[in-house]
């Protein structure tokens, strides 16, 4: 996830331009955090950017002498943030918890491949969390190599190796998982365990019970303040995670209450299908693609709404982020998938997915019968929750 938050890096480089080498006004009484940097062979005269992701929120500076400082406010708890030199690139970038405080950076450069970061004990932590999931060592990186493997063997048709890297694949994400709840149980007043909850815990129920184990100051935190209050703390929240780093840069984000873009794409057999040919229904498009592991979890759940209101005013379709036909129909085949079907075959450049936005899978959106968007990526049980909602039947849960 560390990594994945990265490709969010290339929306800032068009800010670069109107970025000035100065800093927010800050109340001498405000609570701040100060990032000083000296890496020995980093660019002079180049920008640095430290940005929040979830908001844009961004403070600027220049490299100079081959070092930089800035200080930025935090009166809102502690967040996430990028930091990035020159332009946006994996290697030129880490991510960076932070709270009020300090934090010291240095390194032989020119970026921050094996910096040494010292500062308050927050620092201290997320060294630790960051190391725990790395995808260059140990677990995390026989993840990134299973996956790659899955992906591959689909792609060949090969499902006995895809469906053993999987296996293999699920029991090194459960350990993984298992190692990060056991880092929130030692540390459970710091923000940064809300990171791991909200980033690496899939289940709502088990996130919600996480929570209430939680001290006040990790509750404090932005992170965790954004969980307790989704929609409240940050008015126009980015989306940030990519599902398996391939997605393209970060696309327009389409927000609730817009109204959706029509497409048209193919179906299984050739046939144009548009969302505006289901104009006064509810349409639930959930975006997915065959090499796509965590999208398999969410089928039973996909089943389960669409059998209940599939004879109510009601259509799902399924848009397919494959470059490939054979696993693409395989996939649907396999999965038994009942519901409209489409892909373009385009991958990540699928018309539908450039227009809503999507830079991750599994991704969904429902759409309400006036074309507007009622929500986004619901996921497990709150896929039938959101319809149930929507059709006056709150009972309508189905376990």
Avoid at 58 to 74: G, K, W
Avoid at 222 to 235: A, F, H, N, S
Avoid at 239 to 262: F, I, S, Y
Wanted: neutral net charge; aromatic residues 10%.
């Amino acid at each position: 996830m560390i990594r994945q938050f990265l490709t969010v890096a290339v929306a800032i480089s068009s800010f670069t331009a109107y970025a000035q080498e100065m800093g927010p006004k800050i109340s001498a009484k405000e609570p701040t955090v100060t990032i000083t940097a000296k890496l020995d062979n980093a660019p002079n005269d180049t920008m640095v950017i430290l940005m929040e992701p979830y908001t844009g929120e961004f403070d600027s500076t220049i490299i100079r002498n081959h070092q930089f400082t800035i200080t930025r406010p935090m009166t809102k708890g502690g967040s996430v943030y990028i930091l990035q030199i020159g332009a946006a690139s994996e290697k030129s970038g880490t991510v960076l918890y932070l709270e009020p405080g300090k934090i010291n950076i240095t390194g032989k450069g020119p970026y921050f491949k094996d910096a040494k970061y010292t500062g308050d004990l927050w620092v201290k932590e997320w060294q630790e969390v960051a190391k725990l999931t790395s995808p260059e060592e140990g677990d995390g990186k026989r993840l990134v190599e299973l996956e790659a493997m899955y992906r591959k063997a689909m792609e060949v048709g090969d499902e006995d190796k895809a469906e053993a890297y999987a296996k293999e694949g699920g029991e090194v994400e459960a350990r993984m998982v298992k190692s990060y709840k056991n880092w929130i149980a030692t540390h459970r007043n710091s923000g940064i365990s809300g990171y791991l909850m909200t980033c690496y815990i899939k289940s709502p129920k088990e996130r919600d019970s996480i929570y209430n184990t939680l001290g006040e100051h990790a509750k404090a935190s932005r992170i965790l303040m954004r969980y307790k209050y989704p929609g409240k703390v940050d008015p126009s929240p980015l989306t940030v995670h990519v599902g398996d780093g391939e997605a393209p840069g970060m696309p327009k984000q389409l927000k609730v209450g817009e109204v959706a873009p029509d497409f048209s794409l193919p179906d299984t057999n050739g046939k144009m299908v548009s969302l505006s040919d289901f104009k006064g229904k509810y349409v639930f498009i959930d975006f997915w693609a065959s090499w796509c592991g965590p999208c398999k979890p969410q089928i039973p759940f996909l089943k389960a709404a669409y059998e209940k209101y599939k004879n109510k005013n009601f259509a799902m379709m399924a848009i397919s982020l494959d470059s490939k036909r054979e696993a693409w129909i395989k996939a649907i085949e396999k999965h038994e998938l009942p519901w409209l079907n489409l892909s373009s075959l385009k991958g990540w450049g699928d018309t539908a997915a450039t227009a809503y936005g999507i830079s991750y899978v599994p991704s969904n959106v429902l759409i309400g019968p006036d074309g507007k968007i009622i929500a986004k990526d619901l996921y497990d049980e709150k896929i039938e929750l959101k319809l149930a909602e929507q059709f006056n039947n709150p009972t309508a849960l189905t376990k």
